[in-house]
């Protein structure tokens, strides 16, 4: 299919749109006027009018929009080729071979990816500005001769002219999509253009899935089969070490106010140090069987398609694909661009771990000291380990009662020798303020906590002492102190919960707390209670421009939150609609009443939200 057939198809498939539009105006003006005739004016116009004026405007605007739109400016870190003479040179001896013009930018992005760009005109009959888009993970990882095949892939869209169809299609799907939301669920025109949508969104993504095995071929030519195929093999691994990477080693940090100096050569070292379990997931088959709902087709069916194309001889260029570019000062620049890191301290990678394992310690000795605190009604001021040693040393009801509040559904005498496990928490704390252990970084597996000597730190056996008996208490701080652990050292810095790294769960519009107006946003760590919300039939426009504006932490601090270590036992009354009481540690208690026009965010809501309850039961 040559690009000018493609550009019709795409063009002809927006045009539908506004004739089904045109379609459904003439349908229901026509009801209108038939109506009038027979019936009545006033009753046409105030049966029909509304929807013809619904209709009117989403269809406009959503023109009006798509039509003034642009494609988001280009992003990422560009590269000179005076800065990467290397990355050009193969870029341009690609497109060469490729049988194309070469991109006016290569830029650099934080992303296991590569991809193309071109602003086109004229509905993608006449070409524009080319930017190449390198994922910088990619240079650190591959070969020459895999990152050529990955770059060759996307110059095969620039041959086959296929970017110059990415406005047209950008401008369909967001008329389409800006009419649907317009309408509402509600609105039986919006049902035709759902429908119609729906065949849009497949007609495109058809297209979309043969450009990609086009591109491949592209591939095979400049790389050779194996080559190409190994390429694309690697990268849903690579991918996944990426995501395993971020949720390991960078947003832990991240949450805690702490950014590494380099964080790609913290990935370059992550992948260097288990190269045997990226094999390991190199060699499994891939288990996407994908859907005719994909933009892309599965992995494994392109690496099929691709072993089959006749074969081309290439001795493949083993070198690793960081020859081509600096790739330390690549890093840096694309961090310093691309992360806004705020008010965050920057730190050296084994000065960062331990500075993020740390804060994640000080958050958990938080809860624990919180918790202590409720024994202790006439205390003032934040705790610290001397304070729970001194408790401990009372003898068993004190510490009965502090194991009830970490372990209620313990017995007594289990929940005193449970305490063992915080208070070596607690412990670890106290070691790590005083200087005499750190965490050691790892990129084999978790940090290490370890000693002044680095073998490993083990308080096991002292928080067992140290509950044992009063005798324990005081043989095990005597053992610390002689270790140059002070017990003063490790405080309590929050002295209420907060819902710092919390994910959003659930959201519930119109809900009664007290008989008092509320929505009510479901975290992970705990509720937010937003009074008096706004007009109750906005209910979930409402809640999803709340969680689409801000973050969960801004949401607890801005409205009242209830963590869920406050809750001390809940009741559920009713679940349809949802009755229920929540009861507190400090024996207040909150009435909630879901009403009959309550809203939700997701239509699984209301099961989130009774699951919750359920869980913080007593």
Do not use: C
């Amino acid at each position: 299919m040559t690009s000018a057939l493609r550009a019709l198809l795409s063009v002809t498939m927006l045009a539908g749109f506004y004739v089904v539009a045109v379609l459904q105006l003439a349908a229901i003006t026509g009801v209108t006027i038939w109506l009038a005739v027979v019936v009545n004016a006033f009753v046409a116009v105030k049966i029909l009018g509304p929807a013809l004026a619904v209709l009117y405007a989403s269809v406009g605007a959503a023109m009006w929009r798509a039509l003034r739109s642009r494609p988001q400016p280009p992003h990422g870190v560009p590269v000179a080729p005076q800065q990467a003479p290397a990355l050009w040179s193969l870029v341009e001896r690609l497109a060469g071979e490729v049988g194309t013009r070469m991109p006016d930018e290569i830029r650099l992005v934080p992303e296991v990816n590569a991809a193309v760009m071109e602003q086109s005109r004229l509905l993608g009959l006449i070409g524009g500005r080319r930017y190449m888009y390198v994922g910088l993970p990619l240079l650190q990882t591959m070969t020459v001769a895999q990152l050529a095949s990955v770059l060759a892939h996307e110059l095969g869209h620039y041959s086959g002219r296929h970017t110059r169809l990415g406005g047209v299609a950008y401008r369909g799907r967001l008329a389409i999509g800006g009419t649907i939301s317009r309408l509402g669920p509600y609105n039986v025109a919006g049902w035709v253009f759902k429908a119609y949508a729906r065949l849009y969104l497949l007609v495109d993504n058809a297209v979309s899935r043969r450009q990609e095995y086009e591109a491949d071929r592209a591939s095979v030519r400049v790389a050779g089969r194996e080559v190409a195929a190994d390429a694309l093999r690697g990268l849903p691994a690579l991918d996944a070490a990426w995501g395993f990477f971020f949720a390991r080693y960078v947003e832990p940090g991240w949450e805690n106010g702490y950014v590494p100096d380099d964080l790609f050569a913290g990935f370059a070292h992550l992948v260097e140090a288990r190269r045997a379990e990226l094999a390991e997931l190199r060699a499994r088959e891939p288990e996407d069987t994908g859907s005719r709902w994909d933009t892309h087709p599965p992995v494994g069916a392109r690496i099929a398609t691709i072993m089959s194309l006749p074969d081309v001889p290439v001795t493949p260029d083993r070198r690793p694909a960081g020859v081509l570019i600096d790739l330390a000062g690549a890093g840096r620049a694309v961090q310093s661009a691309m992360l806004d890191i705020g008010d965050r301290t920057v730190l050296p990678w084994p000065e960062y771990v331990n500075a993020m394992m740390t804060a994640i310690v000080q958050k958990e000795a938080d809860a624990i000291f919180r918790r202590v605190a409720r024994i202790l009604p006439g205390h003032s001021g934040p705790l610290t380990l001397a304070h729970v040693f001194d408790i401990v040393s009372g003898g068993p009801q004190p510490l009965r009662l502090i194991g009830e509040q970490l372990f209620p559904e313990a017995t007594r005498r289990e929940a005193a020798a449970l305490f063992a496990g915080p208070l070596e928490t607690l412990i670890r704390l106290a070691a790590l303020r005083s200087g005499t252990a750190f965490w050691r970084l790892s990129w084999t597996g978790p940090a290490e906590f370890v000693d002044r000597n680095g073998a490993p730190a083990d308080y096991e056996e002292i928080a067992k002492l140290a509950v044992s008996s009063p005798q324990g208490t005081a043989e095990a701080a005597r053992r610390l102190e002689s270790m140059g652990i002070v017990l003063k050292s490790a405080a309590q810095i929050a002295t209420t919960a907060t819902a710092d790294g919390s994910d959003v769960l659930a959201g519930l519009a119109n809900i009664k707390i007290d008989d008092v107006e509320h929505d009510v946003i479901v975290l992970t760590k705990g509720l937010v209670l937003i009074p008096d919300p706004g007009k109750a039939d906005k209910g979930k426009k409402r809640l999803h421009q709340i969680l689409g504006s801000t973050t969960p932490e801004a949401l607890a601090a801005q409205y009242r939150f209830l963590p869920y270590e406050d809750i001390t036992d809940t009741e559920v009354t009713r679940e349809v609609p949802t009755r229920a009481t929540i009861t507190l540690h400090d024996g207040r208690t909150l009435a909630v009443q879901e009403r009959w026009n309550s809203e939700f965010a997701t239509k699984n809501s209301r099961d989130v939200f009774l699951k919750v309850l359920g869980e913080l039961r007593s």
